[in-house]
């Protein structure tokens, strides 16, 4: 009996050990060194056109001063040209990467002109669609 008892006791606690072991394991990543220096480039990319975008937004709508704007725009779009420059260096031409013979620049400003299409379709400020009664 005490030989029942000592044997389900040692399968239980290897059972337990089965399956609280993976909690205190480090997670393998599969993702490799060039995969993850190419998703930090297009995220820094991408920061970099919203961050163009949104500086169109502000200036448009009178926040940013027209010197600040064009100085701020400048260093933003130099930035943004760079990691596509660098992403299509080190990993790839533009057709792989993008449309077909778009140079840079045309690249930058078709992203951000596709980002910016939002905000120009607005909602209905104020206003609604109910008709009135």
């Known amino acids: 009996m005490w030989v029942t008892i000592a044997l389900i006791s040692v399968l239980g606690i290897a059972a337990v050990g089965y399956v609280i072991l993976p909690l205190f394991g480090r997670a393998r990543t599969v993702v490799s060194a060039e995969g993850e220096e190419l998703a930090d480039l297009i995220t820094r990319k991408e920061v970099a056109l919203e961050a163009i975008r949104e500086?169109?937004?502000?200036?448009?709508?009178?926040?940013?001063?027209?010197?600040?704007?064009?100085?701020?725009?400048?260093?933003?779009?130099?930035?943004?040209?760079?990691?596509?420059?660098?992403?299509?260096?080190?990993?790839?031409?533009?057709?792989?990467?993008?449309?077909?013979?778009?140079?840079?620049?045309e690249q930058l400003e078709s992203e951000v002109y596709s980002r910016r299409r939002v905000e120009d379709v607005l909602p209905n400020e104020g206003g609604s669609s109910l008709p009135e009664e």
Request: proline letters at 4%; charged letters at 40%; hydrophobic letters at 40%.
């Open 55 to 105: 500086l169109e937004f502000d200036h448009g709508v009178g926040k940013i001063e027209a010197a600040d704007f064009e100085r701020f725009n400048r260093i933003l779009r130099l930035r943004a040209i760079r990691l596509i420059e660098r992403i299509e260096a080190d990993f790839g031409e533009p057709d792989e990467l993008g449309p077909d013979g778009v140079q840079l620049d």
